[in-house]
């Protein structure tokens, strides 16, 4: 679902995003911070349509508090770099401004925290509104972090992407176009074909692996916000705000790269695995998780997926 501006910016926001469309960017990151933007100008300088520096400065300051300046700088750099670019008068935010903040260490889960994780979103509640939701949050959270995906990659994962006799996934569409097919283990596969048996009788043709009540694909605040509610429920002792989806991501990493030094592995070997898998942009990215390293990570039991989704007949 496409969002709406309306603004005196909006025919030109509308442009930018489908021009960032044809160059292969995803837009939703654009539609979002846009969207905001749009807003915003509906509400401080609604008669305005040459963007200028006081509206891209107040625009960004009014990201502090929530310490969104960085991002909002970078999306309003690049409306006014578009905006030059088509001939039109626009104030370019130079980078040197709202630079990003240096990112915080991610919160390394000890086996506890994740066992009490798993055991709340196993008991995730039943809402009439979303009827498909209990079954979708053990087995959305248990795949990314099995598999270290990004939130969007597993939002966005589409049924006609799981194949379920090569115990694959296949991520299509995803940051820096970096297409790739994962094995994923055949226990949790199995947890996934019982949830694909359930997901089916109640939406059948699905397009999506899970879907929201519409039919589309999930945004990205719900799935942090589902997060956040399971974190409340498990009573984890560290803030929820500490922890976000993405962070299971950066903890697949770390316990892949603390089980290859237990077993004697050859970082510089291994590592270029690693990155495939995870499909990041260099080996760079897959390098920063090494200094990560706990001391020693014990034997996980939350990954037991026995008798949390019922067996439901497959006709395939």
Known sequence: MSRTFHSMFAGDIRSMVEHKKALGHKAESYEWNMQNF????????????????????????????????????????????????????????????????????????????????????????????????EYIVPVIFRLQYACGLRPQEARLLRRADVDFHKNTIYISESKWCKDRCLSVDPELMRLCRKYDAIAQGMVPNRVYFFPSPSGDAYRHGWLTAVFHKCWDMSGNAIPAGTCTPYTFRHNFATRTLMRWAEEGKDFGAYLPYLSSYMGHASFRSSYYYVHLLPEKLGNAVFMDTHGIIPEVLHKE
């Open 38 to 133: 749009d807003r915003y100008c509906l509400e401080y300088f609604p008669n305005a349509d040459i963007l200028t520096k006081e509206i891209v400065f107040g625009w960004c300051g009014a990201g502090e508090e929530f310490k969104k300046s960085a991002y909002r700088a970078n999306a309003i750099r690049e409306f006014g770099r578009y905006l030059s670019a088509i001939g039109k008068n626009a104030y370019v935010l130079p980078r040197e401004f709202f630079p990003p903040q240096k990112a915080e260490l991610p919160h390394l889960f000890t086996d506890d925290e994740l066992a009490r994780f798993f055991d709340a979103a196993d008991h995730f509640p039943h809402y009439a509104r979303s009827p498909l939701a």
